[in-house]
């Protein structure tokens, strides 16, 4: 392949639409290939703004908006990397002959957890949790009747666990009703699952384009009110549980079509595997491989981008911890104790320009000679670190 050099007639521009800390790594992998990065998010100084070569701050959710931005970049490649985008404009840029990655159905169906659910469990027959969707207080009551206690309420629309909560007895709905209404998308809609008491979870990175599939070796991870705050690579898994959840990822993402990389999400409960969701784009719990692997989720996102092939190397166990801002700022200050960068440990903070209580400013990184080590290490670190 053929790598211009950017800010030049004929350069490879592609195109972010999410800027966050997932984004900014997405923008300098592919600034490490000379491509030309434009980086959109709702706000300005995003973290991938520091480190693209053009920003903006616009309403994604604004259709016109959208494709005013994209007509006048003109980008080889659009790169959904958030939920909250205008999907008409993706499907119009699609027919002016934009590529939007994977492509704009299964951002479609993967930016609400009604489509994809159905699309997983109704249409390809992969194991799911029972599920209602309801839109109504008293049709919330009804579906934890039906299901059970515990079940998991979620809005339809929303990320990194906003407005999702899990309810132990009917004395609980109002307030789940509530929650839910910290959606970041829309909570018009809800899905209520049956509550699996699984033995663990896992983050499958599954990357895919015209030279094959590749899995990243699973990825175990902690998450308290639906966000991660700690992940490892790998998770220790029964051969039987790992064939079967690479075969429902390959089953959903081959489904879905197109190029990247795709974080398949599983519940684990012996050897029988749920499918939970997927996100058509670098996961946060992959984090943990930019300090595991040749290749991060990242620059194989960027490699399946542009049809490369999906070649890398496992280093061994390793862990990330998230680092949440524990005060408000507008000129956030993030401490870190110096013997965190060591031969196998280091920081990224992602250069957020505002904080708020419980936002990830930071993710901390090790290496260990098993998973547990790792876990611990990445964990002290966070434990050490302060903001102002």
Same mark, same amino acid.
């Given at each position: 392949?053929?790598?211009?050099?950017?800010?030049?007639?004929?350069?490879?521009?592609?195109?972010?639409?999410?800027?966050?800390?997932?984004?900014?790594?997405?923008?300098i992998e592919a600034q490490r290939l000379g491509l030309e990065v434009i980086a959109v998010d709702r706000y300005e100084r995003a973290p991938a703004h520091l480190v693209a070569h053009r920003s903006y701050a616009i309403?994604?959710?604004?259709?016109?908006?959208?494709?005013?931005?994209?007509?006048?970049?003109?980008?080889?490649? %659009?790169?959904?990397?958030? /939920?909250? &985008?205008?999907?008409?404009?993706?499907?119009?840029? !699609?027919? #002016? +002959?934009?590529?939007?990655?994977?492509?704009?159905?299964?951002?479609?169906?993967?930016?609400?957890?009604?489509?994809?659910?159905?699309?997983?469990?109704?249409?390809?027959?992969?194991?799911?949790?029972?599920?209602?969707?309801?839109?109504?207080?008293?049709?919330?009551?009804?579906?934890?009747?039906?299901?059970?206690?515990?079940?998991?309420?979620?809005?339809?629309?929303?990320?990194?666990?906003?407005?999702?909560? %899990?309810?132990?007895?009917? /004395?609980? &709905?109002?307030?789940?009703?509530?929650?839910?209404? !910290?959606? #970041? +998308?829309?909570?018009?809609?809800?899905?209520?699952?049956?509550?699996?008491?699984?033995?663990?979870?896992?983050?499958?990175?599954?990357?895919?384009?015209?030279?094959?599939?590749?899995?990243?070796?699973?990825?175990?991870?902690?998450?308290?009110?639906?966000?991660?705050?700690?992940?490892?690579?790998?998770?220790?898994?029964?051969?039987?549980?790992?064939?079967?959840?690479?075969?429902?990822?390959?089953?959903?993402?081959?489904?879905?079509?197109?190029?990247? &990389?795709?974080?398949?999400?599983?519940?684990?409960?012996?050897?029988?595997?749920?499918?939970?969701?997927?996100?058509?784009?670098?996961?946060?719990?992959?984090?943990?491989?930019?300090?595991?692997?040749?290749?991060?989720?990242?620059?194989?996102?960027?490699?399946?981008?542009?049809?490369?092939?999906?070649?890398?190397?496992?280093?061994?166990?390793?862990?990330?911890?998230?680092?949440?801002?524990?005060?408000?700022?507008?000129?956030?200050?993030?401490?870190?104790?110096?013997?965190?960068?060591?031969?196998?440990?280091?920081?990224? &903070?992602?250069?957020?320009?505002?904080?708020?209580?419980?936002?990830?400013?930071?993710?901390a990184l090790a290496l260990g000679n098993d998973v547990e080590e790792a876990k611990a290490k990445a964990q002290a670190i966070v434990d050490r670190m302060e903001d102002e």
């Open positions: 392949m053929t790598f211009p050099a950017p800010l030049q007639e004929g350069s490879i521009k592609i195109m972010l639409l999410g800027s966050g800390e997932l984004g900014k790594e997405v923008a309403d994604m959710l604004d259709r016109d908006a959208v494709l005013e931005l994209i007509e006048k970049e003109r980008p080889d490649w %659009i790169l959904p990397e958030v /939920e909250a &985008i205008s999907i008409e404009a993706l499907f119009e840029a !699609e027919k #002016r +002959g934009f590529r939007v990655i994977p492509n704009a159905e299964a951002v479609n169906k993967t930016m609400n957890r009604k489509n994809i659910r159905i699309f997983a469990a109704e249409e390809l027959g992969l194991v799911t949790s029972s599920y209602r969707f309801v839109s109504t207080l008293e049709g919330l009551r009804e579906a934890a009747d039906v299901l059970g206690y515990p079940c998991v309420v979620k809005p339809v629309m929303s990320s990194s666990g906003h407005g999702q909560s %899990i309810v132990r007895s009917p /004395e609980g &709905i109002e307030a789940a009703w509530e929650k839910a209404k !910290e959606a #970041r +998308g829309d909570a018009s809609e809800l899905i209520v699952e049956e509550f699996i008491p699984f033995d663990y979870e896992i983050t499958l990175l599954t990357v895919r384009n015209e030279t094959g599939t590749v899995f990243c070796e699973p990825v175990g991870h902690i998450q308290q009110d639906g966000d991660y705050v700690l992940s490892w690579q790998p998770m220790p898994m029964h051969p039987d549980a790992l064939r079967k959840a690479q075969e429902m990822a390959k089953a959903v993402t081959d489904g879905l079509g197109g190029r990247g &990389i795709f974080g398949v999400e599983f519940f684990v409960k012996g050897d029988t595997v749920y499918f939970s969701e997927l996100s058509p784009r670098p996961h946060d719990t992959g984090m943990v491989t930019m300090i595991t692997q040749s290749q991060s989720e990242f620059a194989l996102h960027v490699r399946a981008v542009l049809g490369l092939p999906l070649e890398f190397a496992f280093y061994g166990p390793g862990a990330s911890a998230a680092y949440k801002a524990k005060h408000e700022s507008s000129n956030p200050k993030i401490i870190v104790p110096d013997d965190a960068f060591g031969k196998d440990t280091f920081v990224r &903070i992602f250069g957020k320009p505002e904080s708020h209580v419980g936002r990830r400013m930071a993710v």
